[in-house]
Every structure is written in structure tokens, then in C-alpha cells.
T-cell receptor
């Protein structure tokens, strides 16, 4: 069955430090989609990125970057030069069209605390 | 502004009472979803609907019911059969339920507590 594991529960960093969030996934589908969402204290989940399984290019968007490696089934997320506004819970999610019937499977999330 | 509106933001339920959480979207999305979030946990799918007048159970549907009479609305009723309803409830929608454009966008959530 499709599964997403985010091992670290809470990560504290001092402002301007980099922080990397690990995401490991499992699926038997050969085509699948990976996502990262941010949940600030207000509660709403904010979509950050979607990656298709057939596109292993890494991506950078401002201070955010993503490293997708099919060989290790990982889709890690790095925040560079962290800021207090980055304090939130970050969720990794997987959508496997056949094995998961197109439903999103979420990891348990990483609580990031940026200390000023 | 296009988006997903959930109401109320906070809701209290008395024992034995049914309560209904509202979710409205003006994004013209076909698919809508309800998730439950407990502290320190990921999101778990309660119900989803890929089209009007159709919906399917998710992983934890017991004690909940939904309807999808209009494209823009997907209310969730927490029934008295749900013995542990205290949680944060999130509604989401996507353009469709199966296509490659299936990015789910979320509302701001409803926090339900039991009195």
C-alpha cells in the first residue's frame, strides 16, 4: 500500500540556518505524484510543489528547494536561510493513481520551529 | 477571490448531537474531500466526491455522513455515532479526481470540540 514516512517530528533551527526535511515514500505504481504542503499556525494547508515520478529534476523556488531521488524513494525539502515565517508544519504526500485509487497519502508532518 | 470557505471556524458539540460542517468552493472544481487531523498526525481521509451526486468513503468514514447536491458545496455531518469527534477538519477540492492536474487545495479548517 502507498505510504509516506516523515521521520523527524519536530525540528528547531536558529534563524538563517538551513533545514532539510526528509520524506520517504512507498508505492508499487510506476507513475505517481509527490507533494509538499505547508501548514502555518492558522491551520490552512498551503500547496508548495508537485513532482511527477518521471521528472527527477530538482527544483528551486526562492529559498525552497526539493531533491527527488527515485533510487532511494525520497523527496526531500530544504529551506535555505530560514526565517521565522517558515515556522509551520510541513507535510509530504503521495498520490498513486492505481495502488492508492488516486487518494493522497500524507506523512505525519514535520514541525519546524525557527528561533529568532 | 476564488477559494474554499469552511465554516464555522470553531464548533462545539454536545453529547448525542449531530453537527454539520460547511465547505463551499468557487473554483469550479469537480472533486471535493474531507480530512480529519489529530494532533501530531497526518491527514486522514473521511469522504470524497469526484462529481455532483456521488461520493465515496475514505479511510475513516464511520460516524460521518456527507452530501453533494451542488458542485460548490460538500457539507460534512458528524453524527452521534462518532464517539471521538474532537479534531481539526479540513476540506479540500481539486479540478478533478483522476487527472494529472489533481492538486488539492485546502480551506482554513474547522476545529470541533466536545462539550
Amino acid at each position: 500500500a502507498q505510504k509516506v514516512t516523515q521521520a523527524q517530528t519536530e525540528i528547531s533551527v536558529v534563524e538563517k540556518e538551513d533545514v532539510t526535511l526528509d520524506c520517504v515514500y512507498e508505492t508499487r505504481d510506476t507513475t505517481y505524484y509527490l507533494f509538499w504542503y505547508k501548514q502555518p499556525p492558522s491551520g490552512e494547508l498551503v500547496f508548495l510543489i508537485r513532482r511527477n515520478s518521471f521528472d527527477e529534476q530538482n527544483e528551486i523556488s526562492g529559498r525552497y528547494s526539493w531533491n527527488f531521488q527515485k533510487s532511494t524513494s525520497s523527496f526531500n525539502f530544504t529551506i535555505t536561510a530560514s526565517q521565522v515565517v517558515d515556522s509551520a508544519v510541513y507535510f509530504c504526500a503521495l498520490r498513486a493513481p492505481y495502488e492508492g485509487n488516486n487518494r493522497l497519502a500524507f506523512g505525519k508532518g514535520n514541525q519546524v520551529v525557527v528561533i529568532p | 477571490d476564488g477559494g474554499i470557505t469552511q465554516s464555522p471556524k470553531y464548533l462545539f458539540r454536545k453529547e448525542g448531537q449531530n453537527v454539520t460542517l460547511s465547505c463551499e468552493q468557487n473554483l469550479n472544481h469537480d472533486a471535493m474531500y474531507w480530512y480529519r487531523q489529530d494532533p501530531g498526525q497526518g491527514l486522514r481521509l473521511i469522504y470524497y466526491s469526484q462529481i455532483v451526486n456521488d461520493f465515496q468513503k475514505g479511510d475513516i468514514a464511520e460516524g460521518y455522513s456527507v452530501s453533494r447536491e451542488k458542485k460548490e458545496s460538500f457539507p460534512l455531518t458528524v453524527t452521534s455515532a462518532q464517539k471521538n469527534p474532537t479534531a481539526f477538519y479540513l476540506c479540500a477540492s481539486s479540478i478533478d479526481g483522476t487527472g494529472t492536474k489533481n492538486i488539492q487545495y485546502f480551506g482554513a479548517g474547522t476545529r470541533l470540540s466536545v462539550l
